[in-house]
């Protein structure tokens, strides 16, 4: 009987689906006991029933990575007439907790030990790290504190992507959800005043006719004045349609009410207005002959992303890529692939664009300057490096944040889990021994052009690293123009 394969979605063709099997120890005569998957999986002891993990709502088998919460066990007997019923059980758990506080301390101190990538723990005495923490264990009332004291001790080594984390030891209730409007206010004339309306965002509606400079009078009924807490009305308030009153004087003639859709996070929307009016900046200052991309992390989405820009731009004569804020992931390789490519052939028919044929098309064949800030992080510093290693381009902003190691987790006890570098991140050269050059931990990738943007830029709206990026991208691009496909039909 295959029962291993009821571990989680059986391995299927086409023509089956998943479940679970008996099989001859032959490899023959195979038929279906039960269809459907069966998370967690455990037979009883004659192999006649198993049991299962399922979602309390449905009884079907999760279809997430999560935990047990929310889920039910479930029990599956195999003979027919074949029947599935929840098991309710109850038992009582005792915890000791100052145990359980010092187990975790104990074992989070030799995660690292074993884990860690140098086996001389940074030239630090671990052991004497230990013994200087270990007493204040006998201080811990919470997880926080344990929390607090590991990550305490795991700093002495001076190491990024460490840490100890995990479940509060209470959790409140959330009470209430702050609305968002998708504007900014600020007192003036005694009321409050528009100043900026996000881009795209849920006030950025023709139907809405709001600009920046009008009055907002009531939010929800409720008459506002300036100096007032309307932050208390969207957090209380039952409607996800908020009506708006707003007038373009402050005493309010000729006033509207306007019902909003408002949201509870900005964090998507201004990040679009960021990248949308940068490549505004870029677009004007070069005449649409540079191309702008921001890479938020080092993820799947945002290689997709990557990937979907440069087919947009390949046509372009440059590129600045920007991965300030970048905060990290593991997709360079995919990334520098795609960057590092040049075009090297043409495949046209007697008719269509020119342009068409290229190949590869997913490049783009001009200046690629990069750019960078203390606040690239992680796998946002390996990309630059590895732009600077194979030549790619130039690099402008200011150092990067110097906390490159590949990490893992490891498990504990009461489901938290502390982080262990098992990698550490050195550059090619093979001019060294074993070809290792610049351990980019504690490094911060420098830039070839220094420019950092000033607290009183960033109030003014400035980016003079930004700008310094497109001078930089159209300096190059005078020096070495781009591509020249012209529409001139003829074939050589």
């Given at each position: 009987?295959?029962?291993?394969?009821?571990?989680?979605?059986?391995?299927?063709?086409?023509?089956?689906?998943?479940?679970?099997?008996?099989?001859?120890?032959?490899?023959?005569?195979?038929?279906?006991?039960?269809?459907?998957?069966?998370?967690?999986?455990?037979?009883?002891?004659?192999r006649?029933?198993?049991?299962?993990?399922?979602?309390?709502a449905?009884?079907?088998?999760?279809?997430?990575?999560?935990?047990?919460?929310?889920?039910?066990?479930?029990?599956?007997?195999?003979?027919?007439?074949?029947?599935?019923?929840?098991?309710?059980?109850?038992?009582?758990?005792?915890?000791?907790?100052?145990?359980?506080?010092?187990?975790?301390?104990?074992?989070?101190?030799?995660?690292?030990?074993?884990?860690?990538?140098r086996?001389?723990?940074?030239?630090?005495?671990?052991?004497?790290?230990?013994?200087?923490?270990?007493?204040?264990?006998?201080?811990?009332?919470?997880?926080?504190?344990?929390?607090?004291?590991?990550?305490?001790?795991?700093?002495?080594?001076?190491?990024?992507?460490?840490?100890?984390?995990?479940?509060?030891?209470?959790?409140?209730?959330?009470?209430?959800?702050?609305?968002?409007?998708?504007?900014?206010?600020?007192?003036?004339?005694?009321?409050?005043?528009?100043?900026?309306?996000?881009?795209d965002?849920?006030?950025?509606?023709?139907?809405?006719?709001?600009?920046?400079?009008?009055?907002?009078?009531?939010?929800?009924?409720?008459?506002?004045?300036?100096?007032?807490?309307?932050?208390?009305i969207?957090?209380?308030t039952?409607?996800?349609?908020?009506?708006?009153?707003?007038?373009k004087?402050?005493?309010?003639?000729?006033?509207?009410?306007?019902?909003?859709?408002?949201?509870?996070?900005?964090?998507?929307?201004?990040?679009?207005?960021?990248?949308?009016?940068?490549?505004?900046?870029?677009?004007?200052?070069?005449?649409?002959?540079?191309?702008?991309?921001?890479?938020?992390?080092?993820?799947?989405?945002?290689?997709?992303r990557?990937?979907?820009?440069?087919?947009?731009?390949?046509?372009?004569?440059?590129?600045?890529?920007?991965?300030?804020y970048?905060?990290?992931?593991?997709?360079?390789?995919?990334?520098?692939?795609?960057?590092?490519r040049?075009?090297?052939?043409?495949?046209?028919?007697?008719?269509?664009?020119?342009?068409?044929?290229?190949?590869?098309?997913?490049?783009?064949?001009?200046?690629?300057?990069?750019?960078?800030?203390?606040?690239?992080?992680?796998?946002?510093?390996?990309?630059?490096?590895?732009?600077?290693?194979?030549?790619?381009?130039?690099?402008?902003?200011?150092?990067?944040a110097?906390?490159?190691?590949?990490?893992?987790?490891?498990?504990?006890?009461?489901?938290?889990?502390?982080?262990?570098?098992?990698?550490?991140?050195?550059?090619y050269?093979?001019?060294?021994?074993?070809?290792?050059?610049?351990?980019?931990?504690?490094?911060?990738?420098p830039?070839?052009?220094?420019?950092?943007?000033?607290?009183?830029?960033?109030?003014?709206?400035?980016?003079?690293?930004?700008?310094?990026?497109?001078?930089?991208?159209?300096r190059?691009?005078?020096?070495?123009?781009?591509?020249?496909?012209?529409?001139?039909?003829?074939?050589?």
């Amino acid at each position: 009987m295959d029962l291993s394969r009821g571990r989680g979605a059986a391995t299927t063709t086409a023509e089956e689906s998943a479940g679970l099997f008996a099989i001859g120890i032959d490899g023959r005569d195979r038929r279906t006991l039960a269809s459907g998957s069966f998370p967690g999986m455990r037979p009883t002891f004659d192999r006649r029933a198993i049991f299962f993990r399922a979602s309390a709502a449905t009884g079907q088998a999760p279809t997430g990575r999560g935990g047990a919460q929310g889920q039910e066990v479930h029990r599956l007997v195999l003979a027919s007439p074949q029947r599935a019923e929840r098991v309710s059980f109850s038992l009582t758990l005792r915890v000791d907790r100052r145990a359980e506080w010092k187990q975790m301390f104990e074992e989070a101190w030799r995660v690292m030990k074993y884990r860690y990538y140098r086996a001389d723990m940074n030239g630090y005495d671990w052991a004497a790290i230990k013994a200087k923490y270990e007493p204040l264990l006998r201080y811990v009332g919470t997880n926080e504190d344990l929390y607090d004291l590991g990550n305490a001790m795991i700093g002495e080594m001076s190491s990024s992507h460490t840490g100890v984390s995990g479940p509060a030891t209470r959790t409140p209730d959330r009470l209430y959800t702050t609305r968002l409007l998708g504007f900014e206010l600020e007192p003036a004339a005694g009321r409050y005043r528009i100043n900026h309306i996000y881009r795209d965002g849920p006030a950025d509606k023709d139907w809405l006719d709001l600009k920046v400079g009008d009055y907002v009078l009531a939010i929800d009924g409720v008459d506002i004045k300036a100096g007032d807490n309307y932050w208390k009305i969207l957090s209380t308030t039952s409607n996800e349609y908020i009506p708006v009153k707003v007038s373009k004087t402050p005493a309010g003639e000729g006033a509207k009410v306007v019902r909003i859709a408002s949201v509870t996070n900005l964090g998507n929307i201004r990040y679009e207005e960021f990248v949308a009016n940068n490549r505004d900046s870029v677009e004007k200052a070069t005449g649409g002959q540079i191309a702008y991309v921001h890479i938020r992390s080092m993820d799947q989405t945002s290689l997709e992303r990557f990937r979907n820009e440069i087919d947009r731009y390949w046509n372009k004569n440059g590129i600045i890529i920007d991965v300030r804020y970048n905060t990290g992931g593991n997709i360079d390789e995919q990334l520098l692939d795609i960057i590092e490519r040049r075009p090297y052939m043409f495949t046209n028919p007697r008719s269509g664009a020119r342009t068409w044929g290229r190949r590869p098309q997913q490049a783009i064949a001009g200046p690629k300057v990069m750019l960078i800030n203390q606040r690239s992080f992680s796998d946002g510093e390996a990309t630059p490096m590895g732009f600077r290693t194979l030549g790619l381009g130039r690099i402008v902003g200011t150092p990067t944040a110097g906390g490159v190691i590949w990490t893992g987790s490891y498990a504990l006890v009461n489901g938290g889990s502390v982080r262990t570098p098992g990698s550490f991140a050195v550059t090619y050269d093979p001019t060294k021994p074993n070809n290792y050059g610049i351990n980019l931990e504690n490094y911060g990738v420098p830039p070839d052009v220094w420019v950092q943007n000033t607290p009183a830029d960033e109030v003014k709206g400035i980016d003079r690293e930004l700008q310094a990026a497109i001078d930089e991208v159209m300096r190059m691009l005078k020096a070495s123009p781009g591509q020249k496909i012209t529409t001139d039909d003829r074939i050589p």
